[in-house]
């Protein structure tokens, strides 16, 4: 995991799909307790994985990178942790994809009517502004493979362009959003 958060820190540009949770540079501290609760069960090793999780938030309020995030509807109807915190946490996703470098979009569920390839599973990937080649992470129960082949990680960018294309806009996404919070409040 150092690697990566190494490469992350080093990005110009992140674009990442999930179709499972709130992607983890988008999650609260206690969202992301949470889903750090369902992999260790130390209390250290838990708060452990939050600070990790936080500190690496800290690249998004540089303007020098570029973040990119489809989500996936159902995310934003998935109450992990309760109602109570999935409304403070979509209110965090609002006010994060206000920042200029951020664009949060949401995959409607009606839009998932026809196969895509975000169907597989989600991914982050890396884009660097020199001359490194982007990398793609896949994460798994206890593990991630990082992927660098360059075809492989072409398809993973198409299919993130794709998904682009398929999702409601910025504008769009942020009023489903303040309308799930409504509905839940």
């Given at each position: 995991m150092q690697s990566w958060i190494d490469w992350e820190d080093q990005a110009s540009g992140?674009?990442?799909?999930?179709?499972?949770?709130?992607?983890?540079?988008?999650?609260?501290?206690?969202?992301?307790?949470?889903?750090?609760?369902?992999?260790?069960?130390?209390?250290?090793?838990?708060?452990?994985?939050?600070?990790?999780?936080?500190?690496?938030?800290?690249?998004?309020?540089?303007?020098?990178?570029?973040?990119?995030?489809?989500?996936?509807?159902?995310v934003l109807h998935r109450p992990i942790g309760g109602a109570t915190l999935l409304v403070d946490q979509l209110r965090h996703l609002i006010r994060t994809a206000e920042r200029p470098n951020i664009s949060l979009q949401v995959l409607p569920t009606a839009a998932t009517v026809r196969a895509h390839r975000g169907l597989i599973g989600s991914f982050?990937?890396?884009?660097?502004?020199?001359?490194?080649?982007?990398?793609?992470?896949i994460e798994h129960i206890s593990s991630a493979v990082i992927v660098d082949d360059p075809a492989e990680v072409e398809a993973h960018l198409a299919a993130h362009s794709t998904l682009t294309e398929m999702a409601m806009s910025p504008a769009e996404s942020a009023d489903l959003i303040r309308h799930v919070v409504k509905e839940m409040e």
């Amino acid at each position: 995991m150092q690697s990566w958060i190494d490469w992350e820190d080093q990005a110009s540009g992140i674009v990442e799909w999930t179709l499972d949770v709130v992607p983890g540079l988008l999650q609260t501290a206690e969202y992301a307790r949470q889903l750090a609760g369902a992999w260790a069960s130390r209390p250290a090793e838990i708060e452990a994985r939050v600070a990790t999780r936080m500190a690496r938030q800290t690249l998004l309020s540089r303007d020098t990178v570029s973040y990119d995030v489809v989500i996936d509807e159902a995310v934003l109807h998935r109450p992990i942790g309760g109602a109570t915190l999935l409304v403070d946490q979509l209110r965090h996703l609002i006010r994060t994809a206000e920042r200029p470098n951020i664009s949060l979009q949401v995959l409607p569920t009606a839009a998932t009517v026809r196969a895509h390839r975000g169907l597989i599973g989600s991914f982050i990937a890396l884009q660097f502004s020199d001359k490194d080649d982007p990398l793609v992470q896949i994460e798994h129960i206890s593990s991630a493979v990082i992927v660098d082949d360059p075809a492989e990680v072409e398809a993973h960018l198409a299919a993130h362009s794709t998904l682009t294309e398929m999702a409601m806009s910025p504008a769009e996404s942020a009023d489903l959003i303040r309308h799930v919070v409504k509905e839940m409040e």
